[in-house]
């Protein structure tokens, strides 16, 4: 946003016009030469190449009995006279894509902007049929117009034609000149390496983005993690370029997806990794087993910026050196606390989206994982893939595969394979950004209904443990998905506890986990994931009935196989049935209970309720917590003056429910609930969020709660 | 801010060094099978641009040394061999790195290990300038951890002890020569493919 921005940029050293030749395009060459001969038996036919950003999908009509095809690229001159040799770039074979009967291969590895004849041939067998008539064509230049500002910025990778990556520095520059030339941009600093490096975030919207995290949460963002891993920098090369096109793209679709939501990218969250090109940062700490844990300053970063900004999709990007993937490795968040509904959602983002797209445009998405049991793609929840499922966002991993492989040649660490790598990010990146457009009611309704089950408390945890993936009905896209990685007796506990227990020392100890043997405190971190805690009189309470229940037994107890403390479990108090008024003082734990009478909290009262009945009035005045998650409340629901945590998610309160003057700092959660009679919120020190999922109200809705 | 000036300091130095100039009137020649995947021509970071480089900003930009580099960074090593007045560097090309180590040996030689990573540059290092047809020609050269390997021709390419080939030779540096290399040099165990190396 330009009025925030008035430091003098260079931004000259950044436009297209200082490197990058003109190259236009000249469409005319685009169509088929007319054949002036009758196929020859097994020729191919009907061959198309349509250009888009570093690509080329190149496109034929099957011949009978073909195995494979081989796709044949030459450089050619304007006049069509070939400059270079003709070099098969690609192996087009029935298990690339969902859809045989229209094959397609994204032909990508060349200089945007460069003039070329395809050619393609089947296979009867290993014998080579004849070769189709060649189509020649320009390949489209790199985006935006040289002549318009903002289009006309380029990245270090641009301009050095990939043969150098974007430095941090270069990468500071590039977007702090998008973001002061374009209204939709704003760029935020969520956090900074253990070396000092920012680590930035673009925030991109239409006509502006949203100003606070709150309010960008409510258009329910995607968000896009491009660098965790400093030695696997295609995808970020590649959110480079997509800023870019958000940010001064004019295009309908553009505008249509950013009047919708709110694109959040965060180019380099490592920032050190990719400075000094290893995987993990500074300290060595691979960050990608990291986000539950949060010890190092760049994870808890991006958690805080999860906890703020509440994307509901999110990509993670890497590469992966192994020839037996495909083109375009991803996964869900398989681990099993990880609620149904987003493991479903994710992966009809996968198969039904991503598939479906890249049997059209050619690329040969995959399931993560390879031949012969791989030990990759499993259940650690300290994997941004798994954090991020079980804090209820649908998503997936992604990786570009570096090696060569079955379909295409082995390129090394040349300028070639990384754009193939880079513009195959591009490609899944947008695609992605559809999905959400396209499929977002979905996408809310199941991290609606996932974090009512969560906040319900349902369920056995596991601890470590994968749900099964399984494999694409044939000819689907890949030999072989991920292991099964079931969990193990001993990492399952069937009776879930109603909270954890944590002692002061547990709780705002020293930690030696971090950079330099200092870490945050458990406190600290708790807060950067957003959980709701109770002070009590020995300690500090974390109840289950939350939305992040599936990922705090994992940090919170002794079972877990990469937990913080070994908290306390405490189990519920009530479980049956209760007949006559209740109250109660102290900490009070109702599971599946049922409570026939009122229930009344004494200053200072803990209630935890999950899949209880109460056929009464609930009164809260000056407790210490109050939760309710997946219960039902027949008569109005009173709470006030709470100084500490409130939460109410999948509810239904058969009355009036009143929330007032409750002082805890955080906001009061208020979810998914259904009320029948008026919602009133006020005074409360933080406004009560429903985490857009909405409530459903016969009744005025009013004060503090009036858009919930 | 401390950053902002850097950009502006990193925009200008990387323009000069990649554009093609006039100034450059020698054009070098490299040869290798691999020469024709790495910049060429007037692309940006092609061999005559490089030939007056500095040995870590030349690396910078021959593609398939971006592990080399980074490695010849953190061994913090560049002074010491761009104060000498000839070197030749052997450099393995990331695939023979990823054939080599595992993803965390290679951290951990390049964060925490970083004496036993100098061990292992110097044994990719040459005191003299050597070209291709040097190599071919010698029987053996001395490398900085003061190993002797073997060298002999293969094909139109160099030898390099008993597993390692030039695939792109005679890059021309300030200081020196460079030659792409298959394979990593020395004595370090080979730990490619253990470990948890995934997403
Ligand atoms: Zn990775």
Same mark, same amino acid.
């Given at each position: 946003?330009?009025?925030?921005?008035?430091?003098?940029?260079?931004?000259?050293?950044?436009?297209?016009?200082?490197?990058?030749?003109?190259?236009?395009?000249?469409?005319?060459?685009?169509?088929?030469?007319?054949?002036?001969?009758?196929?020859?038996?097994?020729?191919?036919?009907?061959?198309?190449?349509?250009?888009?950003?570093?690509?080329?999908?190149?496109?034929?009509?099957?011949?009978?009995?073909?195995?494979?095809?081989?796709?044949?690229?030459?450089?050619?001159?304007?006049?069509?006279?070939?400059?270079?040799?003709?070099?098969?770039?690609?192996?087009?074979?029935?298990?690339?894509?969902?859809?045989?009967?229209?094959?397609?291969?994204?032909?990508?590895?060349?200089?945007?902007?460069?003039?070329?004849?395809?050619?393609?041939?089947?296979?009867?067998?290993?014998?080579?049929?004849?070769?189709?008539?060649?189509?020649?064509?320009?390949?489209?230049?790199?985006?935006?117009?040289?002549?318009?500002?903002?289009?006309?910025?380029?990245?270090?990778?641009?301009?050095?034609?990939?043969?150098?990556?974007?430095?941090?520095?270069?990468?500071?520059?590039?977007?702090?000149?998008?973001?002061?030339?374009?209204?939709?941009?704003?760029?935020?600093?969520?956090?900074?390496?253990?070396?000092?490096?920012?680590?930035?975030?673009?925030?991109?919207?239409?006509?502006?983005?949203?100003?606070?995290?709150?309010?960008?949460?409510?258009?329910?963002?995607?968000?896009?993690?491009?660098?965790?891993?400093?030695?696997?920098?295609?995808?970020?090369?590649?959110?480079?370029?997509?800023?870019?096109?958000?940010?001064?793209?004019?295009?309908?679709?553009?505008?249509?997806?950013?009047?919708?939501?709110?694109?959040?990218?965060?180019?380099?969250?490592?920032?050190?990794?990719?400075?000094?090109?290893?995987?993990?940062?500074?300290?060595?700490?691979?960050?990608?087993?990291?986000?539950?844990?949060?010890?190092?300053?760049?994870?808890?970063?991006?958690?805080?910026?999860?906890?703020?900004?509440?994307?509901?999709?999110?990509?993670?990007?890497?590469?992966?050196?192994?020839?037996?993937?495909?083109?375009?490795?991803?996964?869900?968040?398989?681990?099993?606390?990880?609620?149904?509904?987003?493991?479903?959602?994710?992966?009809?983002?996968?198969?039904?989206?991503?598939?479906?797209?890249?049997?059209?445009?050619?690329?040969?998405?995959?399931?993560?994982?390879?031949?012969?049991?791989?030990?990759?793609?499993?259940?650690?929840?300290?994997?941004?893939?798994?954090?991020?499922?079980?804090?209820?966002?649908?998503?997936?991993?992604?990786?570009?595969?570096?090696?060569?492989?079955?379909?295409?040649?082995?390129?090394?660490?040349?300028?070639?394979?990384?754009?193939?790598?880079?513009?195959?990010?591009?490609?899944?990146?947008?695609?992605?950004?559809?999905?959400?457009?396209?499929?977002?009611?979905?996408?809310?309704?199941?991290?609606?209904?996932?974090?009512?089950?969560?906040?319900?408390?349902?369920?056995?945890?596991?601890?470590?443990?994968?749900?099964?993936?399984?494999?694409?009905?044939?000819?689907?896209?890949?030999?072989?998905?991920?292991?099964?990685?079931?969990?193990?007796?001993?990492?399952?506990?069937?009776?879930?506890?109603?909270?954890?227990?944590?002692?002061?020392?547990?709780?705002?100890?020293?930690?030696?986990?971090?950079?330099?043997?200092?870490?945050?405190?458990?406190?600290?971190?708790?807060?950067?994931?957003?959980?709701?805690?109770?002070?009590?009189?020995?300690?500090?309470?974390?109840?289950?009935?939350?939305?992040?229940?599936?990922?705090?037994?994992?940090?919170?107890?002794?079972?877990?196989?990469?937990?913080?403390?070994?908290?306390?479990?405490?189990?519920?108090?009530?479980?049956?049935?209760?007949?006559?008024?209740?109250?109660?003082?102290?900490?009070?734990?109702?599971?599946?209970?049922?409570?026939?009478?009122?229930?009344?909290?004494?200053?200072?009262?803990?209630?935890?309720?999950?899949?209880?009945?109460?056929?009464?009035? $609930? &009164?809260?005045?000056?407790? @210490?917590?109050?939760? /309710?998650?997946?219960? +039902? #409340?027949? %008569? *109005? =629901?009173?709470? !006030?003056?709470?100084?500490?945590?409130?939460?109410?998610?999948?509810?239904?309160?058969?009355?009036?429910?009143?929330? $007032? &003057?409750?002082?805890?700092? @955080?906001?009061?959660? /208020?979810?998914?609930? +259904? #009320?029948? %009679? *008026? =919602?009133?919120? !006020?005074?409360?020190?933080?406004?009560?969020?429903?985490?857009?999922?909405?409530?459903?109200?016969?009744?005025?809705?009013?004060?503090?709660?009036?858009?919930? | 801010?401390?950053?902002?000036?850097?950009?502006?300091?990193?925009?200008?130095?990387?323009?000069?060094?990649?554009?093609?100039?006039?100034?450059?009137?020698?054009?070098?020649?490299?040869?290798?099978?691999?020469?024709?995947?790495?910049?060429?021509?007037?692309?940006?970071?092609?061999?005559?641009?490089?030939?007056?480089?500095?040995?870590?900003?030349?690396?910078?930009?021959?593609?398939?040394?971006?592990?080399?580099?980074?490695?010849?960074?953190?061994?913090?090593?560049?002074?010491?061999?761009?104060?000498?007045?000839?070197?030749?560097?052997?450099?393995?090309?990331?695939?023979?790195?990823?054939?080599?180590?595992?993803?965390?040996?290679?951290?951990?030689?390049?964060?925490?290990?970083?004496?036993?990573?100098?061990?292992?540059?110097?044994?990719?290092?040459?005191?003299?300038?050597?070209?291709?047809?040097?190599?071919?020609?010698?029987?053996?050269?001395?490398?900085?951890?003061?190993?002797?390997?073997?060298?002999?021709?293969?094909?139109?390419?160099?030898?390099?002890?008993?597993?390692?080939?030039?695939?792109?030779?005679?890059?021309?540096?300030?200081?020196?020569?460079?030659?792409?290399?298959?394979?990593?040099?020395?004595?370090?165990?080979?730990?490619?493919?253990?470990?948890?190396?995934?997403?």
């Amino acid at each position: 946003m330009n009025h925030r921005r008035s430091t003098v940029i260079a931004i000259s050293a950044l436009l297209a016009a200082t490197f990058a030749p003109v190259v236009t395009s000249t469409s005319a060459f685009a169509a088929p030469l007319p054949a002036f001969a009758a196929a020859e038996p097994n020729q191919v036919t009907d061959l198309t190449v349509s250009q888009a950003d570093g690509f080329a999908t190149v496109a034929w009509t099957p011949v009978p009995g073909a195995a494979d095809y081989q796709i044949e690229r030459t450089a050619v001159d304007a006049a069509n006279a070939p400059t270079g040799t003709p070099t098969v770039v690609g192996v087009w074979r029935p298990n690339r894509q969902i859809n045989n009967e229209t094959p397609t291969f994204a032909d990508a590895g060349f200089n945007p902007g460069t003039r070329f004849q395809w050619r393609v041939r089947a296979r009867i067998g290993t014998a080579e049929q004849p070769y189709s008539s060649p189509v020649f064509d320009t390949t489209k230049a790199p985006w935006g117009d040289p002549a318009v500002a903002g289009q006309n910025l380029r990245t270090q990778w641009e301009t050095t034609q990939a043969a150098q990556y974007t430095s941090d520095a270069n990468e500071y520059a590039y977007t702090a000149a998008v973001d002061q030339l374009s209204e939709r941009v704003r760029v935020v600093e969520i956090g900074r390496t253990v070396q000092n490096r920012p680590i930035n975030m673009l925030v991109i919207g239409y006509p502006t983005p949203p100003a606070t995290p709150a309010a960008v949460a409510a258009t329910s963002p995607l968000a896009v993690n491009c660098n965790v891993h400093g030695n696997e920098p295609g995808d970020r090369e590649a959110c480079l370029i997509m800023a870019r096109q958000l940010a001064f793209s004019n295009d309908a679709r553009t505008l249509g997806l950013l009047k919708n939501t709110t694109v959040l990218i965060v180019p380099t969250i490592n920032g050190d990794g990719r400075a000094a090109n290893t995987r993990g940062n500074t300290t060595g700490q691979d960050l990608n087993r990291d986000y539950s844990l949060i010890r190092q300053p760049e994870t808890a970063a991006y958690v805080r910026m999860l906890r703020d900004y509440r994307p509901v999709a999110g990509y993670d990007g890497h590469e992966y050196g192994n020839n037996q993937a495909g083109d375009l490795p991803m996964l869900p968040p398989r681990h099993q606390n990880v609620a149904q509904q987003i493991f479903d959602e994710s992966l009809d983002m996968i198969e039904n989206h991503m598939y479906v797209e890249g049997a059209k445009d050619g690329w040969w998405a995959c399931p993560y994982g390879c031949a012969n049991g791989s030990g990759v793609g499993l259940s650690e929840e300290t994997i941004l893939r798994n954090t991020l499922g079980l804090k209820n966002t649908v998503n997936s991993l992604l990786e570009l595969r570096s090696s060569g492989g079955a379909t295409r040649p082995d390129e090394g660490n040349t300028a070639n394979n990384r754009r193939r790598k880079t513009f195959s990010a591009l490609w899944t990146f947008n695609q992605f950004m559809d999905y959400h457009h396209n499929q977002l009611s979905d996408i809310k309704k199941a991290r609606g209904e996932a974090i009512e089950f969560q906040a319900g408390n349902n369920g056995r945890i596991v601890f470590r443990g994968s749900r099964v993936v399984p494999l694409h009905p044939a000819p689907h896209p890949g030999e072989a998905g991920p292991r099964e990685d079931l969990p193990t007796p001993d990492m399952i506990l069937d009776n879930a506890p109603c909270a954890y227990k944590l002692t002061e020392a547990q709780y705002n100890g020293a930690r030696t986990d971090g950079p330099n043997d200092v870490g945050a405190t458990v406190a600290e971190r708790i807060a950067a994931h957003g959980w709701k805690v109770v002070k009590v009189a020995d300690g500090y309470v974390v109840p289950l009935a939350q939305p992040e229940r599936g990922l705090i037994p994992l940090l919170l107890d002794e079972q877990g196989e990469e937990e913080w403390v070994s908290g306390e479990r405490v189990y519920p108090t009530l479980t049956g049935r209760h007949n006559g008024p209740l109250t109660i003082s102290g900490f009070a734990c109702l599971s599946g209970a049922t409570v026939n009478g009122p229930v009344n909290l004494r200053p200072g009262a803990t209630l935890v309720a999950t899949n209880t009945t109460i056929s009464g009035p $609930v &009164n809260a005045a000056n407790a @210490a917590g109050v939760f /309710f998650g997946d219960s +039902s #409340v027949r %008569g *109005p =629901l009173q709470v !006030a003056n709470t100084n500490g945590p409130v939460t109410v998610i999948g509810t239904n309160v058969s009355g009036p429910v009143n929330l $007032v &003057n409750n002082t805890n700092g @955080a906001a009061p959660y /208020f979810a998914g609930n +259904s #009320v029948s %009679g *008026p =919602l009133n919120c !006020a005074g409360n020190s933080t406004a009560p969020t429903n985490l857009e999922v909405r409530n459903v109200v016969n009744g005025p809705r009013a004060g503090q709660c009036s858009t919930l | 801010m401390r950053t902002r000036l850097l950009a502006v300091v990193m925009v200008a130095a990387l323009a000069v060094a990649g554009c093609t100039s006039d100034e450059e009137p020698s054009t070098a020649a490299v040869s290798g099978p691999l020469c024709g995947e790495l910049p060429k021509g007037d692309e940006p970071g092609n061999p005559t641009a490089l030939a007056s480089e500095s040995v870590d900003q030349a690396l910078q930009w021959i593609t398939v040394l971006t592990t080399f580099e980074g490695a010849l960074r953190a061994s913090e090593l560049v002074p010491e061999l761009e104060g000498k007045k000839a070197i030749t560097v052997l450099a393995p090309s990331d695939d023979a790195f990823m054939a080599k180590f595992s993803q965390d040996n290679l951290d951990e030689l390049m964060i925490k290990d970083k004496d036993a990573l100098r061990t292992l540059l110097r044994a990719h290092i040459v005191d003299r300038s050597l070209s291709l047809a040097d190599l071919r020609d010698a029987d053996s050269v001395t490398t900085l951890d003061g190993t002797t390997v073997k060298v002999s021709e293969a094909d139109k390419m160099a030898r390099i002890g008993d597993e390692a080939t030039t695939v792109c030779a005679d890059y021309r540096i300030a200081n020196g020569r460079v030659h792409v290399i298959n394979h990593v040099l020395g004595n370090f165990p080979t730990t490619a493919g253990q470990g948890d190396s995934g997403h």
